[in-house]
């Protein structure tokens, strides 16, 4: 019985192929990382919006803040926003119905709207729309 290695033409072949599937491989982990890195950057946006959004509500809450139409502090919110590389619209100026048509009464609103944008590079990544209810608004009940 004779023993016969590989010849330097199949060894090339293998080392060929062998590299062919690896840079595959390799491309399609790259393609994995910036997925993820998008992911993360998203729940960064989102993240942001809802906690506004619970300012918001929180802030809102009492009766004198909803009436004067006053805003949080979100100051702390918007450095680590910042740090991070995004930006943010906050704009809190629409008075509703509860059927969602502009309120045009007088007096106080039974709602306002909350409508956060984040944008990374100019591009919005997330919005957020949210309807705060008057404390002391009759309509609601």
Same mark, same amino acid.
């Given at each position: ?26 491309? *399609? ?7 993820a890195?998008?992911?993360?950057r ?8 809802q906690?506004v ?8 809450? %009492? ?11 979100? *100051? ?5 926003? @910042? ?9 809190? @100026? ?11 009464? *007088? ?22 729309v949210?309807? %705060?209810?008057?404390?002391?608004? *009759?309509?609601?009940?």
């Amino acid at each position: 019985m004779s023993w016969r290695g590989f010849t330097l033409v199949e060894v090339l072949v293998a080392l060929a192929i062998l590299t062919v599937a690896l840079g595959v491989l390799a491309s *399609s982990f790259g393609g994995s990382l910036r997925i993820a890195q998008e992911s993360r950057r998203n729940a960064v946006a989102t993240e942001y919006a809802q906690a506004v959004a619970e300012l918001y509500r929180t802030h809102w809450s %009492v009766p004198a803040n909803f009436i004067a139409g006053t805003s949080p502090d979100l *100051s702390a919110l918007n450095a680590r926003l @910042t740090a991070a590389g995004f930006s943010a619209t906050v704009d809190a @100026t629409a008075r509703l119905n509860p059927d969602g048509t502009a309120y045009t009464g *007088s007096g106080q609103p039974p709602l306002r709207r909350v409508v956060i944008s984040v944008f990374r590079g100019g591009e919005l990544r997330t919005r957020l729309v949210v309807d %705060v209810g008057n404390p002391n608004s *009759s309509a609601l009940r």
